[in-house]
């Protein structure tokens, strides 16, 4: 017994970059030396900060990936390999387990940090969990005693509070249920499945079995899966013999714990979230730091600390490895890159705090004949409790207030959980002969252990689909084989039934059709309302699969063909197709991104456009079943386009209410936190839950109460100021996609202490003229125009001058288009620096105009439409509005015109490349036929060849990705001109008229880039 409490071990790890972020360049900001881990700060100006752990891996650098695709260390470097990390942690894990201690290791960090990598691994390179498995039959194998060695695995998911068994393909409504056993005090999973294991062999498929139900599930349900928590639990039993003759059992339960990814949890943007409550998905991360500190301040001295494990279900399930009687390990996954830095020193300072931890663990070992004894008699006592005995009567104290309704509910619950105990019981009684159940798994359940070799001869053989998800553990899981003449798929509850039965959102009961003639695999939408993307692009018709093509049905299920009897890729296909590079082609098709060089800012945006994407068609189409009248599409801020002096792009959600037009801007943090609000809701919906049809609005995710909304914002140039001139003048007004919304008609003015003008012959030569003395400035707006009815509920501007920290706000001027605002006020600089020169110089004052936005009652014609039907009638107007240089409406029916130039420029080139080869092929039969002897020069054959190559639609094609091209073109000379000429009208290059739009008129010579403020990422 180790007495005193020993603290957990925590361990460190940074992984390689990945391939976003070599592609950019990016800055590692994690060195080790030793024991100590230094986070450096991102531009290199702070202190870096200094840690030191248990262990610290360094596997970011220093490997080389060997032929079986192991990644080994290079002599000399410090990298640490998978074995490394086994040899340390999961080696401890095992001497312990053998000792009888319970052992538990999780793995924290931000999402794709690497936690799953060292818990599992991938592929060859084997993580903990699996190697600790191998190596415990191993040792069990070796070993030579009387000692009988018994395994048992079971393996559990925590998603949004409800625990799923993993090795079961069936899981009730609402997941298991968490209870406590009375005499312990400690947490079980009622009903968890827990197989007997005697092989290595056994183990790994039941991995595989558990990671497949998880993909499947994942799937169905919509759902990311990188906030769900998956423990494995293995108990290691060994029945030996003392040297007194007596039967003893040493148990060890080891838990190994891959936590959802931590920057989920961050709760940045959701704060001002009125339903941040509301989400579940949290809260067993953010109980699980709780825990820590609680512990870590118990452990400091600190009295009286409550430790919240009842919190969440995680923590219920890992009271005994945090704070309990277990030997616990932490790995601390880091991403190594600069724009990652705040993820990384969360988890640093969180790794931190969990080392103080401290532990009381002991041999768990008794006599087999003793905990018989026992467990029969608390079964004796729970029959006895049971009948009725111990249930509470009227003449109990604590029941005494209860009304007869209360009185039955508790008894009822006194039932369920006594019954509970019974089953739990039952099955610790039926775990003492592990041999019967061990044979029975067998003969119940084959299918459980699939045979590899099996499903590798089809995929070497048959053409087939193989899923991708956003957890790379959960990718290449899920396969449908297309050896079929004809395979169809669509709902389960479509007549008849599909081959490949799909569920979840925007998947139509009958979706679509795939042929199979000798391997060549055609798929075709069932109709034109089923939606199917074809490496990014919307299929119309039928279309012939290429091996690697990537393919999306509805809104999330997304797969990679792979076609072993024709398994040549089209050029430029990479081998490996992940997650990302399927969701960057969707978003580039939408014209949401670009290669190239782009800046940090565009980088950080980008980055965040293609995680939010998903999630936002997922939210449009939840939206058009649950008929929420509401219509969600990314925006892009850029700098000019916000109020205030954000120096950054920013990504945010626009949610728009499709019936009366009010709209509102959500930060990030805010729309993942309603998604997931969204996605509760939905799950709600599909278990069959009437209520959600109902709920009251307070507590609906798409509901929001009315708030004011910014209309756009407007520049005026201060350069004047620096001479003693004044500016008066008109500005436009416009919107984030650089639409022209309105003018404000302002001036700023060089002014006395009071607030008189000053004489014209005031003005100076040199700005620096001014430097050292007081300086006063009156600005006035006076009145302005606004283009659009609805937002002549109430209009007021907000502006903020020289390094204020508050906004000046005008008074809100009600019913009229044309609002006079009469408001002036004096700026006052004490003494003129050169810093105020260089405001004159480079700033201007950014004008924000908002409008007041009220719930009121929707237009009688348009609510008689479906959310669907007022989802393509926006994007119908939104696609014939020729004035938008560039939106984000994120779900391809909404495209932008660049946007949907681009996609059909992409589509044309493709065409384009298979009309080059055409042209090749012809000119090779011209010269094959002029090659040949003169008697040998037939015509028929000459012209049946030639006729079938030539047979082509796509005549004009090269002329029509010319003009496309141009066009691109045009939009960039706009773009272009617009940054140095504002408010002039540009002709474009289809000879459409488009207002130039930016920052403010007038201002002369302005010298930011008040250009578009068009999506900047494009
Ligand atoms: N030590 C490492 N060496 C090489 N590659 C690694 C390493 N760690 C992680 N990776 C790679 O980084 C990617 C992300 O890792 P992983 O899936 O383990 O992240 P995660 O922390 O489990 O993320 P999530 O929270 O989304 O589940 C994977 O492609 C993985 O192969
Ligand atoms: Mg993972």
Known sequence: MSGGGESVKVAVRVRPFNTREKERGAKLVVEMEGATTRLLSVDGGEEPKTFTFDYSYWSHDGFTEQDDAVLAANPGSKYASQQNVFNDLGQGVLDNAFQGFNCSLFAYGQTGSGKSYSMVGYGPNKGIVPITCDVLFQTIEKSQGAVKYEVT?????????????????????????????????????????????????????????????RTVAATQMNATSSRAHTVVTIQFDQISKNESGQETKKTSVINLV?????????????????????ANINKSLSSLGNVISALADLSMGKKKVLVPYRDSVLTKLLQNALGGNSKTIMIAA????????????????????????????????????????????????????????????????????????????????????????????????????????????????????????VMQSRKNKEPYFANLNEDNMLSGVVFYFLAASETTIGRKDADPQPTVMLSGLSISKKHAIITNVNGEI???????????????????????????????????????????????????????????????????????????????????????????????????????????????EIVLLSEEAQEGNNRETKVMVKMKDLLNRNSWLWERGKFINRRYVIQDLYQRYIDGDE???????????????????LIGTANAFLQSLGFNLDFDGKITVTDFKGKEEGSLIVCIEPCDQKGKSIEEDDFVDEPNELLGKPYHFKVSIRNGEVHKSRFSKGLKVKYKC????????????????????????????????????????????????????????????????????????ENMQDSGRKTRIGSMAPEGDGQDEAGQIKGELLLLKRKYERLEKKERRLQEICKQWEDKPREEQLFDPFYRSVSAVAYSTGSKLKTRVHMLNKIIQGHKALKEIQNGDQDKMVKEGNGKVVQANGGGGGGGGEKTEGGSRACSVM
């Open 691 to 709: 209520g959600i049809m109902n709920i009251p609005k307070e507590e609906d995710p798409f509901w929001e109460p009315a708030e004011d909304v």
């Open 153 to 213: 695995f079971s393996m559990l998911e925590i998603y949004n509070e409800q625990v799923r068994d993993l090795l079961q393909k069936v899981n009730p409504k609402g997941g298991l249920a968490v209870r406590q056993n009375p005499k312990e005090g400690l947490f079980y999973v009622q009903a968890l499945k827990k197989v007997a294991v005697g092989s290595y062999r056994e183990i790994e498929s039941r991995i595989e079995e558990g990671t497949s139900n």
């Open 522 to 632: 055609t798929l075709k939408p069932y109709s034109s309302s089923c939606k199917i993307k074809v490496n990014g692009l919307p299929l119309t018709g039928a279309r012939n699969l290429e091996h690697l093509d990537r393919v999306m049905f509805g809104s999330n299920h997304m797969f990679v063909f792979h076609n072993p009897i024709n398994p040549k890729a089209p050029e430029g296909t990479p081998n490996n197709i992940e997650w990302d590079f399927a969701q960057k082609e969707l978003a580039e098709a939408r014209g949401l991104t670009a290669g190239g060089n782009l800046t940090k800012d565009q980088q950080r945006a980008q980055d965040q456009i293609l995680e939010l994407l998903p999630m936002v068609n997922e939210v449009n189409a939840v939206s058009e079943e649950l008929d929420k009248h509401k219509g969600f």
């Open 802 to 873: 020289y390094n204020e920290q508050e906004f000046t706000l005008t008074n809100e001027i009600k019913d009229t288009l044309s609002p006079e605002w009469n408001h002036s006020r004096i700026v006052s600089i004490p003494s003129v620096t050169e810093d105020v020169l260089a405001y004159f110089e480079n700033s201007s004052i950014k004008f924000s105009l908002y409008g007041k936005q009220i719930d009121s009652a929707p237009d009688s014609k348009l609510s008689k439409l479906t959310t669907k039907e007022l989802r393509q009638m």
């Open 258 to 278: 891959d936590l959802a990814g931590s920057e989920r949890a961050d709760s940045t943007g959701a704060t001002g979230d009125r339903l941040k409550e509301g």
């Open 334 to 453: 880091l991403s190594p890159a600069d724009i990652n830095h705040d993820e990384t020193l969360g988890t640093l300072r969180y790794a931190d705090r969990a080392k103080k931890i401290k532990n009381k663990a002991v041999v768990n070992e008794n006599p087999v004949e003793k905990l018989i004894r026992e467990l029969r008699a608390e079964n004796e006592r729970l029959k006895t409790a049971m009948s009725g005995g111990t249930l509470p009567s009227a003449a109990d104290q604590s029941s005494v207030n209860m009304s007869p309704e209360e009185k039955e509910r508790m008894r009822q619950e006194m039932m369920e959980e006594i019954k509970a105990q019974l089953s739990a019981n039952q099955e610790a009684m039926e775990d003492f002969d592990w041999d019967k159940k061990h044979a029975q798994q067998k003969e119940d359940d084959p299918s459980g252990l699939t045979d590899k070799a």
